[in-house]
């Protein structure tokens, strides 16, 4: 069956993460209570025992740890039922040596899946057997105001980045504490660009070091003692 693409639930940078309840990998949840005061990153795979989605979770499993470190949960989706995703992890973790231990959204009517606009539209034929459009490869950084900061999608034949989903979680994180935004391939420790809102003056004392590139372009190193 066809399912036709529902409306109003585009979800925007700025937008509020819509909240659910669900069985997941490791229980029921509410998803706001798991988030909490975190941040947190949603990612949703098209099914279970998939060879793409095998090595993404795999993956984000082992750099759990470094999201810990910047307070951040990590939760995924995957359209099928609890008990499938229990027997999948035991083969991702035997595949990539990981010890996956977040939980796997359970959404085999794809529920969550729309309230997150997570549906394949793009490639018709990605379907499962009974004809419903499974989930593409979306990623989600909601912040601890349940605010979505960043939004990712995936073709289904196309395996993330997931350094990239850490690196642009550094960027949203030292931008909030900061009044910096981040250039092209930033990562922690290159020069940040001063924000147009703070004025030559007002960097001269936030940013003793920085410089002026042109007019609308002033870089700055950021030591982690700045604020």
Avoid at 66 to 84: D, H, M, P, V, W
Avoid at 128 to 156: E, H, M, N, W
Avoid at 182 to 195: E, L, M, R, S, Y
């Amino acid at each position: 069956m066809s399912i036709p693409k529902p409306e109003g639930n585009t979800l925007r940078l700025g937008s509020k993460a819509p909240n659910f309840q669900t069985e997941t990998s490791n229980g029921p949840i509410d998803f706001y209570d798991y988030i909490g005061d975190q941040w947190a990153v949603l990612f949703s795979h098209p099914d279970d025992f998939t060879p793409v989605c095998t090595t993404e979770l795999g993956a984000f499993a082992k750099l759990q740890p470094e999201f810990e470190k910047r307070n951040t949960k990590l939760i995924g989706l995957s359209a099928n039922g609890t008990e499938s995703h229990k027997a999948w992890i035991k083969d991702i973790d035997e595949i990539t040596g990981s010890k996956l231990t977040f939980p796997i959204i359970a959404d085999p009517k794809r529920e969550i899946a729309y309230k997150f606009d997570m549906i394949d539209y793009q490639d018709a034929t990605n379907v499962d057997d009974k004809g419903v459009q499974f989930t593409i490869r979306s990623v989600f950084i909601i912040d601890p105001k349940k605010t979505i900061r960043l939004i990712l999608a995936y073709p289904a034949s196309t395996g993330r980045n997931t350094a990239e989903v850490l690196r642009v979680l550094d960027s949203l994180q030292t931008g909030d504490k900061n009044r910096i935004t981040t250039p092209i391939n930033w990562v922690p420790g290159d020069d940040v660009i001063v924000h147009p809102s703070v004025s030559n003056e007002e960097a001269k004392t936030l940013f003793p070091k920085f410089r002026i590139v042109k007019p609308y372009l002033r870089l700055t190193p950021l030591d982690v003692t700045e604020k």
